[in-house]
């Protein structure tokens, strides 16, 4: 595939599997001066910080300061996930994180963390450089993941492909989600080594349902004085690229790219991955 670009330097062949375009009146320059050298991975529903080891890996050995992130009742937080009541609850492990940290960083989630960074953004935006959307959710003000979705996506998931609980009764609402992890594989994880499945399937836990539910505050003071970037999985079969076109369209991002992935490119795709992240830790923005 060919690197195509818009309104940006020339760039090495060694992208040649990323495809990106300019998506605002923005202007982005590449510098080598004022980098951002402090990544934070913020995780999507049911995973961990582990499922970003590979790109930890790769960013560390660039010299990269990284963090990555277990929120609340996720990885090795010991949080029970039917307890958790409130994103401000579930996002407090990476809003300690962000408030402690005295240089700002370039904030990456991925999928259903798109609404946990999104609130990140709101409460501590002079923390924030950069922050880059993973085939992730970007709501506009007063959204919830469930309101923003494109009509009939709940019925492009297998049938039983994901069971809810209800701690407080049948009667309230949902407290926690979890994947069928048979079928988990096939629309998280198609194009990724079986080495890193298995490793997913046996770290998989419990999703806090408010995450989904809960609308956020995003006001353009705060949520939108930081720029954004998307990058686009273009074999993703639970969020296939049509439908995050969806959300780039409805909120315009700075700037899209596109790996050749499934919709775990920390597994399927991490050097690309980790090559578009250090590439937008170079550019500074023109406002």
């Not at 599997?17 to 050298?37: H, I």
């Not at 450089?129 to 019925?155: C, D, E, G, I, Y």
């Not at 492009?156 to 979890?178: D, H, Q």
């Not at 930081?226 to 076109?245: C, G, H």
């Amino acid at each position: 595939m060919s690197v195509h670009c818009s309104g940006s330097p020339g760039h090495d062949e060694h992208r040649s599997l990323v495809e990106f375009v300019n998506c605002s009146p923005q202007t982005v320059k590449e510098t080598t001066g004022a980098r951002t050298r402090h990544v934070v991975l913020v995780h999507g529903a049911s995973h961990g910080a582990w499922c970003w080891y590979k790109v930890v890996t790769l960013l560390l050995r660039k010299g990269y300061k990284v963090a990555a992130i277990d929120l609340t009742a996720m990885g090795r937080n010991r949080a029970v996930a039917d307890s958790v009541s409130s994103i401000e609850e579930f996002a407090k492990p990476l809003l300690d994180y962000l408030e402690s940290v005295t240089e700002q960083v370039l904030l990456v989630g991925h999928s259903l963390g798109g609404i946990t960074i999104s609130y990140a953004m709101e409460q501590y935006p002079e923390k924030i450089a950069k922050a880059v959307f993973v085939v992730a959710r970007m709501l506009l003000n007063n959204q919830s993941f469930l309101s923003s979705l494109p009509p009939n996506t709940p019925a492009r998931l297998p049938p039983g492909s994901k069971k809810l609980a209800y701690a407080n009764g049948r009667s309230a609402p949902p407290t926690s989600v979890e994947f069928n992890l048979k079928q988990a594989v096939d629309f998280l994880y198609s194009e990724s080594p079986e080495e890193d499945i298995q490793l997913a399937l046996s770290l998989l836990s419990p999703q806090p349902y408010v995450v989904y539910r809960e609308t956020v505050t995003l006001t353009p003071e705060r949520y939108g004085r930081v720029p954004r970037f998307y990058i686009k999985t273009s074999r993703d079969r639970l969020a296939p690229p049509s439908d995050q076109q969806v959300s780039i369209d409805r909120n315009p991002p700075t700037m899209v790219f596109t790996v050749d992935s499934d919709h775990s490119p920390f597994f399927s795709t991490p050097s690309e991955l980790t090559t578009l992240l250090e590439e937008i830790c170079k550019m500074t923005i023109e406002r």
